[in-house]
């Protein structure tokens, strides 16, 4: 938590320096610089053939993006940015760090299955809007690539005896995935899906089958001037 503290204040200084609007004319040249805050419904996908659900997960952003024009009427740019994610599952797959190893299996008779994890993120966008220099409220269509590193993850569950296991850091976890955006909508409220194209475990089996799990959201997104 001290870690995330840590980059919420040093990020939060970075939007204060850059993120400002100008006074501006009709057919002056303009930037969308944004804070972007995301509110997403997540599940884990290409899940094993034995694991059959997960309950109700979500995810949270917060960032930056620094807006480039392309053409002469600022509707067409280019957006990079920094931010934090966090994710949080509850899901079935069983994970534990045994002697530095990540065993995975399929245990029903464990309860709160939980997964957290929190991460650096840097979206890449292509941006297509209706806007100009003095037409703040208008339609939108942003489509790019996200990356994103791991700083923190833990797993966690209860088994039958109400025993709680925790375990933080696993070494299989991979730390730097990344996935396709696109976001569309209207002035604040815009509707955003991620689909991880790098699968959350690396180098990992269970019962002989190879782990592609993959992240997929899809929640509100907004962009604050």
């Not at 109400?162 to 955006?181: A, E, I, M, R, W």
């Amino acid at each position: 938590m001290k870690i995330a503290l840590t980059l919420f204040i040093i990020l939060f200084s970075v939007i204060g320096s850059f993120a400002q609007k100008d006074s501006l004319n009709l057919g002056d040249r303009y930037a969308e610089d944004q804070i972007y805050v995301a509110v997403s419904y997540a599940q884990f996908v290409d899940q094993p053939q034995e694991i059959f659900k997960s309950n109700f997960s979500y995810g949270l952003s917060v960032g930056f993006l620094k807006d480039v024009i392309l053409n002469k009427q600022g509707n067409v740019s280019i957006a990079a940015g920094v931010g934090y994610g966090f994710d949080f599952f509850n899901h079935e797959l069983k994970v534990e760090e045994i002697n530095n190893t990540t065993d995975f299996s399929n245990d029903e008779t464990i309860s709160a299955n939980l997964f957290k994890s929190h991460n650096l993120e840097f979206p890449l966008e292509l941006r297509w809007r209706t806007s100009t220099a003095n037409k703040y409220s208008f339609w939108r269509i942003y489509g790019g690539i996200k990356f994103s590193y791991n700083f923190s993850n833990k797993f966690q569950f209860d088994d039958e005896n109400g025993n709680t296991f925790k375990y933080q850091d696993v070494s299989n976890y991979n730390k730097l995935q990344y996935g396709l955006t696109l976001s569309t909508g209207y002035d604040e409220f815009n509707i955003n899906l991620y689909y991880g194209l790098t699968p959350v475990f690396e180098n990992s089996t269970i019962n002989g089958e190879v782990i592609n799990t993959k992240i997929l959201k899809f929640g509100l997104i907004f962009y604050l001037l």
